[in-house]
């Protein structure tokens, strides 16, 4: 099983609600990846897990909450969005949190914030 | 973040070699270059990565400079398949994997 999975494909939430975006991949991988991209934009690093731990976040806002509560799942809780947060929410994977590893990515959950 | 320079736009015929060039003048002696790819509604793929020496497999092959100030990425015989957004990476001891704006390329059949 090579795959990242992402759950759901396609969220629309209010500006008030609370939701989570799931990832999941069983390729007993330890670092995992949450990255941000907007339309005809490059993806854009937001956090880094590494043996469930935060590693790295790149100064995203306090509404967008990372957790990771097993080695194969990873979480991104969602709180009090603006629109300009609508964007398409990658996970990926990878062996260790190495320069030299490569990341599997999942296919993303495309968010409109209403 | 380290930079790279890559061509907005490319442009090739079906079954013809793709040679897709990268420049990462930035880059140090540990920094890996890595390409992944990107079609249109779905995530990045990885395609390939090396440091020095060039690399081969089944999807492509890497050619690094000397000074390794620069690459390009090899398709051998490219397919309609192939059309997608080709990023460039240095990955460096940051572990960050922070692409930039990539190379468009355009496959006619």
């Known amino acids: 099983d090579t795959e990242v999975t992402q759950t759901p494909k396609h969220l629309v939430m209010g500006m008030t609600n609370k939701k989570s975006l799931k990832c999941e991949q069983h390729?007993?991988?330890?670092?995992m990846y949450w990255y941000k991209q907007k339309a005809k934009k490059p993806p854009e690093l937001m956090f880094v897990?590494?043996?469930?731990?935060?590693?790295i976040n790149e100064s995203v806002p306090s509404r967008f909450s990372p957790e990771c509560p097993n080695s194969s799942l990873l979480n991104l809780h969602l709180h009090a969005l603006q629109p300009e947060d609508s964007a398409l929410y990658l996970c990926?994977?990878?062996?260790?949190?190495?320069?030299?590893?490569?990341?599997?990515f999942g296919s993303g959950t495309q968010l409109s914030v209403l | 973040d380290a930079k790279t320079t890559q061509p907005n736009s490319m442009e090739s015929n079906e079954e013809e070699p793709v040679h897709l060039p990268c420049n990462h003048s930035?880059?140090?002696?540990?920094?890996?270059i890595h390409w992944y790819r990107q079609l249109p509604s779905q995530g990045p793929e990885y395609v390939i990565h090396?440091?020095?020496s060039n690399v081969n497999n089944r999807m492509a092959s890497l050619a690094i400079a000397e000074d390794r100030k620069s690459s390009t990425l090899i398709l051998h015989r490219a397919t309609l398949r192939d059309a997608a957004v080709y990023y460039c990476?240095?990955?460096?001891?940051?572990?960050?994997?922070?692409f930039g704006k990539g190379t468009l390329l355009t496959v006619n059949p």
């Open positions: 990926a994977s990878s062996h260790y949190r190495s320069t030299n590893e490569k990341l599997f």
């Open positions: 390729m007993g991988h330890r670092a």
């Open positions: 897990y590494s043996y469930e731990k935060l590693s």
């Open positions: 930035t880059i140090s002696g540990t920094d890996y």
């Open positions: 090396g440091l020095t």
């Open positions: 990476i240095q990955r460096g001891s940051n572990y960050k994997l922070t």
